[in-house]
T-cell receptor, first 110, second 115 residues
Framework: KQEVTQIPAALSVPEGENLVLNCSFT??????LQWFRQDPGKGLTSLLLIQSSQREQTSGRLNASLDKSSGRSTLYIAASQPGDSATYLC?????????WGAGTKLIIKP | KAGVTQTPRYLIKTRGQQVTLSCSPI?????VSWYQQTPGQGLQFLFE???????NKGNFPGRFSGRQFSNSRSEMNVSTLELGDSALYLC??????????????FGPGTRLTVT
């Protein structure tokens, strides 16, 4: 049974720092992996999708990597800003469903 | 292009009642998935539909059901509501590749409160 874990559960850093969020999964037979952002009381915004054959994807200040063999993905956020404060979720796709981590709650202090 | 829309956005129901939630996918997307989000359990997969066929179902009781129409719009129904069904219900749509779905785009969700 696929399990997805995100570490840390919460993170508070000063503005301007570069940071890394971690996601691990137990079964490497995935179709793709997505990173999402969720603001309090809101829905989910897709940030990056990495196909199983890819190693990384970049969008602006965000970079996500995928190592299927070790069951790990990282989301790198460069030059963090207060507007980056949100909960970040990773999800792996297999058999037409997304299996989710519990999320990392990120607070960027001005 | 319009995003995924869900109606209603908020709903308050009483235990024992039933509820129907609606989801309209992004134009051209034929795969629609439903997820339940609660503080205790996080995000959990309910079911996925493609071309009016349910291809996968999560571990939820039979009180949770869904369907998809020929225009790809989808509905989910919860019968005999329980207090524990209070949650944010999220719908997502996507294009479909060989063996799985591509990037999933989520609607704003329907917040269901059962009293």
């Amino acid at each position: 049974k696929q399990e997805v874990t995100q570490i840390p559960a919460a993170l508070s850093v000063p503005e301007g720092e570069n940071l890394v969020l971690n996601c691990s999964f137990t079964d490497s037979a995935i179709y793709n992996l997505q990173w999402f952002r969720q603001d309090p009381g809101k829905g989910l915004t897709s940030l990056l999708l990495i196909q199983s054959s890819q190693r990384e994807q970049t969008s602006g200040r965000l970079n996500a990597s995928l190592d299927k063999s070790s069951g790990r993905s990282t989301l790198y956020i460069a030059a963090s800003q207060p507007g980056d404060s949100a909960t970040y979720l990773c999800a792996v796709s297999s058999n037409y469903q997304l299996i989710w981590g519990a999320g990392t709650k990120l607070i960027i202090k001005p | 292009k319009a995003g995924v829309t869900q109606t209603p956005r908020y709903l308050i129901k009483t235990r024992g009642q039933q509820v129907t939630l609606s989801c309209s996918p992004i134009s051209g997307h034929r795969s629609v998935s439903w997820y339940q989000q609660t503080p205790g359990q996080g995000l959990q997969f309910l079911f996925e539909y493609f071309s009016e066929t349910q291809r996968n179902k999560g571990n939820f009781p039979g009180r949770f059901s869904g369907r998809q129409f020929s225009n790809s719009r989808s509905e989910m129904n919860v019968s005999t509501l329980e207090l524990g069904d209070s949650a944010l219900y999220l719908c997502a749509s996507s294009l479909v590749g060989t063996g799985g779905t591509y990037e999933q785009y989520f609607g704003p969700g329907t917040r269901l409160t059962v009293t």
